[in-house]
């Protein structure tokens, strides 16, 4: 153990519990900072663009919704395979607290991306390369939670979706790099996806701002979604009937 | 090794042999799905000859899915696959067996009516060779994935549905390729492409998917 802190003490449940109750606050409280930031300069300092006027201002909502949306799949199945690899319940229910949120924003970024597309392209829809793949993302997701929503057994629960979890990274690059190709062959119509020539500083930072309130909201509601969680699981257990005595 | 392959192969043939009807069903809703395509459509023969090739590879997606259910299910509810686990081969060993099995009798049948089903699309000669080849690589990758699928809804209500939603997703690049290859003999492109691709899959999905069936199914039976 590294200056002998022990970081094993919060994989047990009942003391992560407690850890995240303390987080939670501050990790809400820098998603409102940072998305306050974020829709300044999205709003106000960042210049209306003279191909699609005000319109494409919704990337900031949905190129930060669509970054979190790949980068929580990947972090959920990693959080699946130390679950398998240690064997530790903590991690699986971190997977699953996860799930709902990758797929919160998966659907938010198509739905922009969809009201982004109508005034761009004149169609809710094309069947792009990235949409396609995020279409499939937001697919995966919905497997994982039936999957785990199907099993009563918690135990079986876990591992399964943590397996499906594993298959699904796996295919997420295969299923990209076909649908790229599979959408370069059938091109109909000339739609380009190439965002206006230069993209000015502010809206990349604009971007990243709203990306990184994002972060720290997923977190925050995956750790209250654990919390929920712990609670649930360890419902007949002594530390869950003490604290609630002492609460009562 | 292979003598284990040899007699799990064997004895799933046995039983589906024994068991004709399953195989029929499946074969038949292939070719009924893929025959409710030009009624939706409509006859035109231009627009049949461009869609053939997909709708041929979405029906036998739908009914590689479809077979799934037969993969584990009656060893599980009589215990065989228990037993299986216990023995000392490596699971991995009589998995593929069984995977082997399950596409000799749901994805070889399909491979032998595609043909049918294409010139009823008008899909000329080359493009008719195309579609058999890319069924022939494509058809076991179906076969080797949907047996996680099948493998991880074991024993659970609605596994059918459940399985859908899992496999089908990750049926998606061996669609793209598969009906992929077909368009590109069609127009001229060719089809090597597409076809390699396919085989790369399959040999990766030949691999790794055996071991992951091995866990699923540890997981499923625990």
Excluded at chain 1, 69 to 88: P, R
Excluded at chain 2, 8 to 16: M, Q, S, Y
Excluded at chain 2, 119 to 146: K, N, R
Aim: net charge neutral; aromatic share 12%; proline share 4%.
């Amino acid at each position: 153990m590294m200056n002998g802190f022990n970081w094993y003490k919060y994989a047990s449940p009942a003391t992560f519990y407690t850890l995240a109750g303390r987080l939670i606050p501050w990790f809400y409280g820098a998603a409102a900072v940072l998305c306050a930031a974020g829709l300044y300069i999205a709003f106000f300092l960042a210049p209306t663009d003279f191909q699609q006027s005000e319109a494409y201002r919704i990337i900031f909502i949905h190129v930060p919704a669509a970054w979190m949306s790949m980068f929580i799949y990947i972090v959920m199945a990693a959080w699946a395979a130390i679950g398998l690899a240690f064997n530790t319940r903590l991690s699986f229910m971190m997977a699953s607290a996860l799930a709902p949120t990758g797929a919160m924003l998966t659907f938010v970024s198509l739905w922009t991306g969809a009201l982004w597309g109508k005034p761009t392209w004149g169609a809710w829809w094309v069947w792009d390369a990235r949409l396609t793949s995020e279409l499939i993302l937001f697919f995966l997701y919905l497997g994982f939670m039936a999957l785990q929503a199907a099993i009563d057994d918690p135990r079986r629960a876990d591992r399964a979706g943590a397996l499906i979890a594993l298959v699904g990274v796996v295919n997420v690059p295969i299923i990209y790099f076909s649908v790229k190709w599979w959408n370069t062959l059938h091109q109909g119509a000339s739609i380009s996806m190439t965002k206006a020539p230069s993209m000015a500083a502010i809206m990349l930072e604009g971007m990243l701002v709203m990306a990184l309130a994002a972060w720290m909201y997923a977190i925050a509601a995956a750790l209250s979604r654990v919390r929920s969680i712990i609670l649930e699981r360890e419902r007949n257990s002594q530390w869950v009937a003490q604290m609630m005595e002492a609460e009562a | 090794m292979l003598q284990i392959v040899n007699v799990v192969l064997r004895r799933e043939l046995i039983l589906a042999m024994r068991r004709r009807g399953d195989v029929l069903t499946v074969l038949f809703f292939f070719v009924i799905v893929a025959s409710l395509f030009p009624l939706g459509v409509g006859p035109d023969p231009k627009l049949l000859r461009l869609m053939g090739g997909g709708v041929v590879w979405v029906s036998a997606l739908l009914a590689a899915m479809l077979s799934l259910g037969r993969l584990f299910a009656s060893d599980y509810a009589d215990g065989t696959l228990e037993q299986l686990i216990l023995t000392p081969t490596p699971p991995v060993v009589w998995i593929t067996g069984k995977i082997l099995a399950h596409w000799l009798v749901s994805g070889v049948p399909l491979i032998l009516v595609a043909p049918i089903l294409g010139v009823q699309f008008g899909l000329s000669g080359e493009a008719l060779l195309v579609l058999v080849v890319s069924l022939l690589l494509g058809t076991p990758v179906l076969s080797l994935i949907g047996a996680i699928g099948a493998a991880l809804t074991l024993g659970l209500r609605g596994g059918g549905v459940l399985v859908s939603l899992l496999v089908l997703p990750l049926y998606i690049p061996v669609l793209i390729f598969g009906a992929g290859a077909v368009d590109g003999a069609m127009s001229g492109l060719g089809a090597e492409a597409h076809l390699s691709l396919l085989g790369s899959i399959l040999i990766l999905a030949f691999i790794l998917t055996p071991w992951a069936v091995s866990a699923a199914l540890r997981i499923s039976i625990e």
